[in-house]
């Protein structure tokens, strides 16, 4: 009767090893690259959804202008446009002028949103909110349940965030302490209650007023910095007249994301932004007409620096503006 050998049996036992030992590797390696992938969708599914929802709600700002007196020695003398809203955007840094990082630029407008914290006001779906959108970088603390703050085996992560300000319709406060030229309206209020972190790893946002149709469509907002009230630097009166209490009509913005694996990998222990992400070394966002090749220069740092990431951009149209060259 015919048998296998001991020799036979040894390597049949090896070669069924080997081809485990691949099958195994081969498994793993796919359900690696399953975790990365979908780890990367859903964290870009977040940052998708928020770009998505700013593009909704930046669309909706209002201005509500309304002629006024012009007084000279206490006496009218002609007709001009006011409104005590404001819409503002440029770099975030000036905007907010606090102690936190904030790359990239900032925007702050009023809408009707309808959001209210007081549930008398719920069915009211128009009522006006201050709203805004920048990023900070900083540690994630305060959003922390307070079980977790406590623990001293929970350590906070440092992150670049996307920021949501919205300040409830019964606590407006444009009305009551408007100072366009500092701020005070959305300054004073970014405070944990009216301030919620939309989406994690968000590295740049760019913001960009712009005239479409003309041939030169970033005319209004040569260096990003657009105000309804007054003009961010005070070099162009011409042009702070020409867009005062107006709204823009399109907004260019774009928003630059990073999935988890990388932002962990890049960020490691420390509590200072990575340098391969401090952006605004890279591709500052300074001068709107040098957009195209700043994209440029940015991607292709990101890229020879082996970092995943998406760009997310879009022409938003101000359905309120009510823009008239030569006005």
């Not at 009767?1 to 036992?13: G, K, N, Y």
């Not at 690696?32 to 940052?47: G, H, L």
């Not at 409104?83 to 606090?98: M, N, Q, R, T, Y």
Request: glycine residues 4%; charged residues 25%; proline residues 6%.
């Amino acid at each position: 009767m015919a048998a296998f050998t001991l020799v036979e049996l040894l390597v049949s036992m090896f070669v069924l090893i080997i081809i485990f030992l691949i099958t195994a590797s081969i498994i793993e390696a796919t359900q690696r690259a399953w975790r990365r992938t979908d780890s990367m969708i859903s964290q870009y599914r977040e940052a998708r959804t928020s770009f998505e929802t700013m593009g909704r709600r930046i669309a909706q700002a209002q201005l509500n202008p309304r002629l006024e007196y012009e007084y000279e020695d206490m006496l009218p003398i002609r007709y001009r446009k006011g409104s005590k809203l404001h819409f503002v955007c440029g770099p975030a840094s000036e905007l907010i002028g606090d102690n936190h990082i904030h790359p990239g630029h900032a925007i702050f407008f009023q809408a009707p949103l309808g959001m209210t914290a007081d549930h008398r006001y719920r069915d009211f779906n128009h009522l006006l909110n201050a709203w805004g959108y920048f990023i900070e970088f900083g540690s994630d603390e305060a959003w922390m349940p307070g079980i977790a703050r406590e623990s001293k085996q929970v350590q906070p992560r440092y992150r670049f965030r996307l920021m949501e300000f919205r300040q409830p319709s019964e606590e407006l406060s444009i009305y009551k302490e408007f100072s366009p030229a500092e701020g005070d309206w959305y300054r004073r209020h970014l405070a944990p209650r009216n301030v919620a972190v939309i989406a994690e790893n968000v590295i740049g946002l760019v913001i960009a007023p712009q005239s479409p149709g003309d041939e030169d469509p970033d005319w209004m907002a040569p260096n990003y910095a657009y105000s309804s009230q007054i003009p961010l630097t005070k070099a162009d009166s011409t042009l702070a007249k020409i867009t005062e209490h107006e709204l823009p009509p399109v907004i260019r913005m774009t928003l630059i994301a990073i999935d988890e694996d990388t932002a962990i990998q890049q960020q490691g222990e420390d509590t200072k932004p990575p340098e391969k992400l401090q952006l605004s070394a890279i591709a500052p966002f300074t001068d709107a007409q040098n957009y195209e090749n700043d994209m440029k220069t940015l991607e292709a740092h990101l890229r020879k620096s082996e970092i995943e990431f998406r760009v997310f951009s879009t022409s938003i149209a101000i359905r309120n503006a009510k823009w008239k060259l030569g006005e």
